[in-house]
């Protein structure tokens, strides 16, 4: 059985680490930490867990997480994890991260974007970043730090990486027009996410500076073979859970001028999905919604190619707090113990 | 392996069947029967179940589905089963039955109510009412046909279901003020049913007439030892899933004409309720939500005693799909079985 | 002209306030109280109001507000106006109140249930509880101090009135179920409020000890003649504005044991509500819906009389911030200044 | 004072043109058309104009009103008013369109993209497209038949006009990603705009083959001098009202490389839109939200330049039912008649 502690534990993220770890039969939650809610039972503050949960909550003691237990998640601010790791951790405990902390290769980047000094860049090297269904082989048991992606960044990059990978779209003139659910701006009690401020209420925000776009660039770059550059605009939306992108990107013609057919494009979707559990390409016509993926790990995705522009239009959706955190690092970590990658995420979408 | 039949599986609580019984691993579904869908894919109806059910949907033959399944669950409008049961039926398969066919043993009050003559009124003595913290005796593999109950009732009566066995309330005072998320009216397409109806509102209906009302009565009537009279008032409200009741009564004094302590009554609560794995009975001074129990089968109730009126207000919370409609159906087909009651239910609510 | 100044222009009642001041011809807002945002525009607080007022926000003075206005809205938390104000300010300026400072006569009734103490007792005689249906004798150009209405008991109240005041109902039994929207709440930023916690979710609070209780109790036991008390049950709805009621209570037969009828109670109604402009009793059948009411100063209203349990069911529906609050302020502003009751009040509800 | 009549005015856009005429100090509505309704009192079928609207509603007999009325505005499907408009009509009544009959100039284009025959294309060069801040110029007492725009259409074009009109975007470039409300879909009883399907949910449809494609095309090709091929992807976002586009389209560079500045842009905008009552160009750094103009006549427009992609992003929100639908008819109706242009649209948002 292995040993889990959670660091951020009543977050949302934090809090869909619980729910999904509670069904994984390989894994027991050792140390729910929460450092607003010290000495409390967790069960209090999601009363959703009352019977299920008897823990109480833990401060956030990284030192001695490392010696309770065999993997730890942080589901906390950007910049906290990379205050406290180091090498003895490290050599005890394997982290899964789920905040910004070792996704970005280039520190200078992540300083720049995030407007905080990294303070353990040493370990952004070794970091795996884990998006499993790309860079699987790369998180095994020797892995000991993996940077969970971003949930819109998951959603983003698994929607165009087959297109961009093999080189049938301009991937400079990508447009990447994300909406996402409510959940996806956290816990904190701020004004602008009230009840009262996001419902009947849809808006852009973070227009030209959102911090998943270097973390896009930088994975659909690997994928293109050279950097690139392109337009992220987030959405906020009201709903609880869900996000969807709509992606824009040029189709390269053929020598002849004509673009691709849709057979050729479902092709390469295939080609990298049709083996993958948790990413759904939708028969042609049928576009995502973020209901079908509600409280499961699934991605859905799908595409138009419009004659009329050359353009194709790329639409995915996932639900943010599963495969685009919590969901995603049981994935991980099931990787990283050698588990089944889908176990404890077996989780059949909830609809309506 | 139970082979398991849906007619109506295309619906918001059959839907909820397939949920369910996807991840049950005694139970396997060998036909998805839906008037409105023949020979389509089921999840062309509902997407959430792409690469999780490739079935097709079948016409609604109850005759043929009793020689291939071992048991029936029937989410039909009022009528449709008590129009085509028969005894050939019974002896070769067992029925669940979400309709209010057979809930109801005086056929008059059933015709008044529901406005419709029943067809089958032979086999409602035989039916068991199939709300298992209640009736767990009764509901065994000797059992043929289980009516199960309504998803205000269900609520209605659990929540009150102690005090008025244990006498502790005075029975005729029971007022219940229900109120239901939206997936309780069904898939029908119906303006009232509209998104911009219903958003942004809430509306009492059915005031004084609403056909739940003569379950809940004849069942707390039961535990009374008498029959019952109470006021039954539901709800509309802007969500999807949930029930929550908001149930009043007076207080029956004692002696000296004192009002029972929180301790008597929490006492009363725990003697029918601490061994119940689905009934969960909050922390003084923590009322339900129905957030609380989304997708899952439980039920949370809680109370207050009102020095001042005399009165105690009791609450109960569901999720309507689930406790109060497909989730109690499973738990009754695991009794009807001899499998463990919780089989497929161990499922954890959904927050946020 | 009058000049209206605001303390609390930047909550919920205060934007509402403002939003239907704008449209009154004779009235204009010289004074945009909001500590919370002093020096800033107003419209950067609430875009909506963007090129509709260019006014900065102020501190709240309100010994110099005296000064430069005819009327003060105080849109402020409990013991705010009660610790201010003096003999001085009400000589020089009318005051409506939305907080409860003054709504209940008797100050130990006050403190027990606001558990403040109260600052200014020796204007609560004077203070006129402004609920213009009932109280429109008193709200005269002579009126210096206006307690205006709390939300809940608006509509409590109004509902139940005539049926009291006729002696039809016993009022003893009256329970009160009442249904809000989130606005009710206010802007105060936090996690309860959150858009994920209140979203698809619905929750009872404060039962048993909500501080309009007492409010409701004192006015209705006017219409009655003596003290009553009533239970009286807020629940918390996911959708912006809108109160609904339901009320329960027990109807007095007649000398031969029969219950009055649709006709008689309805005539009873039309009674005290058919020279009403902004109580509309609907058409028998007819439930209020808070969306038939939302933006405008309408409270619906309507009963079903139930002979199985010879209770009467009262429902009644109003837009939380405008007849709940801003709307009947600025109601009672035209009474105190002589204007035409409906002024600035033609707010049509908007659909959807 | 101008007679009005309604055609469709049981619908959405409908009831927002009674809701909006109702507050219209120069205008009587003398005929409520709908068919659906033939004989029901007009507040039987919306209950928020109860004691407001005391008329029935009438067949749809445009010969007869058009004896009866100044002006008939038909809310109506594609392809009615085409079928049974002439020249004996045009001759007695103006005519103000909300369909999409007589918006697009080049009949074969509406007849592609709308899939119906155009029954009455004599009438299409007449027809003045309605885009009040645009074609102001057209729109006069000689105007007989007004095409009013569509609800993308509107926000789409105004967000970009602009910088199209003085040549300062690639317009072959432009991507426009809209978000609606649900009220756009109307009342049909549909699956998939019941509640249940639409909350939580989000997701693209009608993509690369919308309808507003062509129209929205069509104009922008007038400001840009030359055909032009857009992307726009519509989404159903769950709310009732409001639109929200995203546009993005290549910034020209000046002959020595660099982009416009912000306040190159700015001034551009406010070149064309300083004037403009119902244009709001928000402050630099504020984007707009479809929630601070809801109920009102107002577009709020932004842009955010990237100098990173070299792309601007265009935003713009409005409220479908408003100045998407009934509020810009009734604009158009001023203009027709030589009222002033906000007569009866001094609609203040609605917040929250």
């Not at 859905?300 to 995915?316: A, K, P, S």
Request: proline share 4%; glycine share 10%.
């Amino acid at each position: 059985m292995i040993k889990a502690g959670i660091i951020g534990a009543t977050g949302y993220a934090g809090g869909e680490l619980v729910r999904i770890l509670t069904g994984h039969k390989g894994v027991e939650i050792k140390w729910y930490g929460s450092r607003s809610y010290i000495d409390q039972k967790y069960y209090q503050v999601y009363q959703n867990m009352f019977r299920i949960v008897e823990d109480v909550c833990k401060d956030d003691n990284l030192e001695q997480l490392a010696e309770e237990v065999d993997v730890i998640f942080t589901a906390t601010p950007q910049g906290f994890l990379a205050g406290l790791l180091n090498e003895e951790i490290l050599q005890k405990v394997k982290v899964v991260d789920l905040s910004a902390d070792y996704r970005i290769k280039d520190v200078g980047i992540y300083e720049k974007w995030y407007k905080i000094e990294h303070k353990s860049p040493q370990f952004i090297q070794e970091a795996v970043y884990g998006l499993c269904e790309i860079n699987r082989g790369q998180i095994t048991e020797q892995t000991r730090l993996v940077a969970n992606p971003g949930c819109y960044t998951t959603c983003s990059i698994l929607t165009a990486y087959p297109l961009i990978k093999e080189g049938l779209i301009d991937a400079d003139s990508l447009i990447v027009d994300a909406k996402s659910g409510t959940s996806g701006a956290g816990r904190g009690a701020k004004v602008p996410n009230l009840y009262c401020e996001v419902n009947e209420n849809i808006k852009a925000y973070g227009v030209g500076n959102h911090r998943h776009t270097p973390e896009i660039e930088e994975q659909l770059g690997y994928a293109a073979g050279r950097p690139l550059t392109i337009s992220f605009t987030p959405h906020l939306v009201p709903m609880n859970r869900g996000i969807l992108v709509t992606e824009y990107a040029r189709l390269i013609p053929g020598e002849d001028g004509s673009l691709p057919s849709y057979e050729e494009i479902r092709a390469v979707y295939d080609k990298y999905y049709a083996g993958e559990k948790f990413v759904r390409v939708l028969d042609q016509g049928v576009f995502p919604e973020t209901k079908w993926v509600e409280g499961s790990n699934f991605v859905d995705v799908n595409f138009v190619i419009d004659d009329r522009t050359g353009r194709i239009v790329m639409m995915g959706a996932l639900d943010n707090l599963v495969k685009g955190a919590a969901g995603q690092a049981v994935q991980n970590m099931n990787l990283l113990f050698a588990l089944p990658e889908s176990e404890g995420l077996e989780l059949v979408p909830c609809f309506p």
